[in-house]
């Protein structure tokens, strides 16, 4: 049985011919639950990154060896860094080969112990190393949610359904500013900014064993019946038949192709080394091009803008997070009207505008002592995360979680994430040490650069995938890779497997 792709189930030419069977964003409660559910893992994941600015503040008031060396305050804050990114290249086999719901219900018992670990460390060292037990699981759910919200989304709500992950994580990283603020007179004020981020994922665990295995997931693993349970509460009957008799003739091709997948694998192979440039170089910009100097730093940056008190600092920072969030939900309704590529590009655009315009303030404000200069330094700021968090925020983390075949898509996906975090993890080790050693002015320079790379990368490489099926996207990677014609790819294989 060989599938036409006109009347694939969600494609565009499916939905033409059925328009009723078309779904909205709002007019399914269940995938909204599912997706806020699974989304839980981007709020730890944005409150863990936002609190221990605030919370550092405070350690190293209660611990003298912190104070004295940078060296603990950079360990403190990466580790959790560190830790995701062991987290993600694990979390993608362990979602393979577990499936998506035990990933997520592992990344909470990890992440909750070490939340405990965090409020009650008697020294830095414990409290470093519960910074890598919440990096890990924040790492496993930074893989597992955007893979899991996507294969049980409708492809036409497929964009919007996974930038509710990054909703998520933008709306984590503003509770933690509102959290530092809150705690900011309260004894023992760190363990409690850290310590109640436990409390999430305790929910998150309870809210998931309610929750279905990702259906796709179940038809690979020849759970029919599991899987039909689960698409009957997110489609109607006619568009469930549609989907199910699809599901199972895609099953049958993928389990003939399946053999256990190594991360060699994804090289091996021309399509998905195409997709894994694409989606792991996007990882990589959206990390290069900023965002977490901007999240990490914004209270420093603001104090470099020349607004001193401390107070003052997180509730500028607070107005920046809060842009971060609001941005997000314009992403959600973008990403599938205005499509992936637009947003990116339109994005991009704008961040290397704001760049330019931060550099100039900078650069002014070092050599004048007009107080002009500092509020252009933290416009600059708020015109760059308007930029960045509807397109550069939420593209990235869509298109990872559709662009893989189903059978690579938790190692890729895993693979991406890592990128990603890697990609963090240098960015926050050297952006102040840059900062100090060319000026600030300058290093906002280097990161227009960066900026304009990325534009050029997005024109040049990345597809259009809105509203396409997982199938069309693959058709995609295939013509990139061989060409138009399907022929000399059959013959090339068999070339290859002989």
């Known amino acids: 049985m060989t599938i036409t792709m006109q009347s694939t189930p969600g494609s565009s030419g499916y939905l033409d011919l059925y328009p009723e069977r078309k779904m909205s964003f709002f007019k399914n409660p269940y995938i909204l639950g599912l997706a806020s559910v699974a989304g839980i893992g981007g709020l ?41 990114i062991v987290g993600a290249a694990l979390g993608g086999w362990i979602n393979d080969a577990y499936g998506r719901k035990k990933a997520t219900l592992l990344a909470d018992v990890i992440f909750t112990l070490g939340a405990i670990l965090m409020a009650a460390a008697p020294d830095p060292y414990v409290l470093i190393l519960g910074r890598l037990l919440v990096g890990l699981g924040v790492g ?6 955007p893979v899991y919200i996507a294969e049980a989304s409708p492809s ?14 933008t709306g984590g990283q503003f509770i933690s500013y509102l959290v530092n603020l809150a705690f900011t007179g309260v004894p023992g004020t760190w363990r409690w900014m850290l310590g109640v981020s436990g409390v999430p994922a305790v929910i998150q665990f309870v809210l998931m064993l309610f929750l279905p295995e990702s259906p796709r997931w179940l038809f690979t693993k020849n759970r029919k019946h599991e899987a039909v349970d689960v698409l009957s509460k997110i489609y109607d009957v006619a568009r469930l038949e549609d989907e199910v008799d699809f599901l199972t003739a895609q099953a049958e091709q993928e389990r003939q192709r399946r ?11 021309k399509e998905i080394r195409l997709a894994f440039f694409v989606g792991g170089g996007l990882m990589a910009f959206q990390q290069f091009t900023g965002i977490n100097t901007v999240m990490y730093y914004s209270p420093t940056i603001v104090q470099m803008a020349g607004f001193h008190a401390n107070q003052l600092a997180l509730l500028l920072s607070l107005i920046v997070a809060g842009m971060n969030a609001a941005g997000s939900i314009l992403g959600i309704y973008l990403i599938d009207h205005a499509g992936r590529r637009k947003l990116a590009l339109s994005s991009l655009a704008g961040v290397l505008v704001s760049l330019i315009v931060l550099a100039f303030a900078f650069y002014k404000q070092s050599t004048s002592s007009n107080v002009l200069y500092g509020y252009l330094a933290v416009a600059g700021l708020v015109l760059y995360i308007s930029f960045f968090s509807p397109g550069m925020g939420p593209v990235p983390w869509t298109l990872n979680s559709e662009i893989y075949p189903e059978e690579y898509r938790g190692i890729c996906g895993g693979m991406s994430a890592t990128v990603c975090w890697v990609s963090n993890l240098i960015v926050s080790e050297t952006f102040l040490s840059i900062a100090e050693g060319i000026g600030i002015a300058s290093t906002f320079l280097i990161i227009g ?31 990139r890779a061989w060409g138009k014609n399907p022929n000399t790819h059959n013959l090339l ?4 497997h002989s």
């Open 259 to 269: 053999s256990n997948i190594k991360f060699g694998d994804v090289f091996k192979s």
């Open 493 to 496: 294989e068999q070339g290859s």
């Open 140 to 145: 496993i759910a930074s893989v597992t949610a």
């Open 44 to 84: 730890l994941f944005g409150y863990d990154t936002g609190v221990i600015s605030g919370a550092l503040l405070y350690i190293k008031d209660d611990f003298e060896q912190v104070r004295a060396s940078n060296l603990l305050q950079e360990t403190i804050v990466s580790m959790a860094i560190a830790g995701a």
């Open 156 to 169: 036409e709500i497929r964009g919007s359904l996974v930038s509710t992950n990054v909703l998520m994580i």
């Open 449 to 479: 650069g960066i900026t304009l790379v990325a534009i050029v990368f997005v024109v040049v490489y990345v597809p259009e995938t809105k509203g396409l099926t997982f199938d069309e996207v693959e058709v995609i990677w295939r013509e």
